[in-house]
């Protein structure tokens, strides 16, 4: 399987901080402002949801299904799935942000989150995810390249068939998120507390836009 684009600076601390943690093969490109005109200075993914609010709704209900709802996945297992498929695609602001999300969900924090993205097949997570890391890993190169060896070893390892069909479509689903945050152009701070203080809110992805469209029109 090819190794994430994304690498992992060795001896970094233990901190929340994922710009100091993963770092891309390709510069990112600084851009203030997207390429359409938004109603918001919102980063990424967050002024796109402002600016078209009726496909916001079920793209966060989608997501909290996928990284919020009952699962036999941890919430930081998932979001770490969504992690990596980010950092596969070179995407800056939902890798940093999904990686302050899995890293206050997971028991090892960051560090866990670092290994992932370096090298799933190093890291120090169970035989079961590092299979669904690699599905995860052969969906974002293209549905085809997943194989029946790829379902095959995931099983082997303990996987159900609900885990395999989230883990696909959480890969899926991020890599439309992926591209529809950098096909419009948008920008990713610098500031890691940008993405750390999200990763902190209470509530599901739903929730959470709700509280931030009730804001924008109070």
Same mark, same amino acid.
């Given at each position: /399987?090819?190794k994430?684009?994304?690498s992992? $600076?060795?001896?970094?601390?233990?901190?929340g901080?994922?710009?100091r943690?993963? !770092?891309?093969?390709r510069? %990112?490109k600084? !851009? =203030?402002?997207a @390429?359409?005109?938004?109603? =918001?200075?919102e980063?990424g993914?967050? %002024?796109l949801?402002?600016f078209?609010?009726?496909?916001a709704?079920?793209?966060?209900?989608?997501?909290?299904v996928?990284l !919020?709802g009952? =699962?036999?996945l941890? &919430?930081?297992?998932r979001e770490?799935?969504?992690? @990596?498929v =980010?950092a596969?695609?070179? #995407?800056?602001? #939902? #890798?940093y942000?999904?990686?302050?999300?899995a *890293?206050?969900?997971?028991?090892? %924090? /960051?560090p866990l989150? &670092?290994a992932?993205?370096?090298?799933?097949?190093?890291?120090?997570?169970s035989a079961k995810?590092r299979a669904?890391?690699?599905?995860a890993?052969?969906v &974002?190169?293209?549905?085809?390249?997943?194989t029946?060896?790829?379902?095959?070893a +995931?099983r082997?390892?303990g996987a159900?068939?609900?885990?395999?069909?989230d883990?696909?479509?959480?890969?899926?689903a991020?890599?439309m998120?992926? $591209? @529809?945050?950098? %096909?419009?152009?948008?920008h990713?701070p610098?500031d890691?507390?940008a @993405? *750390?203080?999200? +990763? !902190?809110?209470?509530?599901?992805y739903?929730t959470?836009? +709700?509280?931030?469209?009730? &804001?924008?029109?109070?």
């Amino acid at each position: /399987m090819k190794k994430a684009v994304a690498s992992a $600076r060795k001896g970094a601390g233990t901190g929340g901080d994922p710009l100091r943690l993963i !770092r891309f093969t390709r510069p %990112g490109k600084k !851009r =203030s402002r997207a @390429y359409i005109t938004l109603n =918001s200075d919102e980063p990424g993914v967050r %002024g796109l949801f402002r600016f078209r609010p009726e496909t916001a709704l079920p793209l966060n209900a989608l997501v909290d299904v996928l990284l !919020r709802g009952e =699962s036999t996945l941890t &919430q930081g297992e998932r979001e770490l799935i969504a992690t @990596y498929v =980010s950092a596969r695609n070179e #995407c800056r602001f #939902c #890798c940093y942000t999904h990686a302050a999300l899995a *890293a206050v969900r997971l028991p090892e %924090g /960051m560090p866990l989150v &670092q290994a992932v993205c370096a090298d799933p097949e190093s890291a120090p997570v169970s035989a079961k995810l590092r299979a669904l890391l690699r599905l995860a890993g052969a969906v &974002q190169e293209g549905g085809r390249h997943v194989t029946e060896e790829h379902i095959t070893a +995931a099983r082997a390892e303990g996987a159900t068939d609900l885990e395999i069909h989230d883990t696909v479509l959480i890969a899926a689903a991020f890599c439309m998120f992926n $591209r @529809y945050v950098d %096909g419009l152009g948008t920008h990713a701070p610098d500031d890691p507390d940008a @993405y *750390a203080a999200r +990763a !902190r809110m209470k509530g599901g992805y739903v929730t959470v836009l +709700a509280e931030a469209l009730r &804001q924008a029109h109070a």
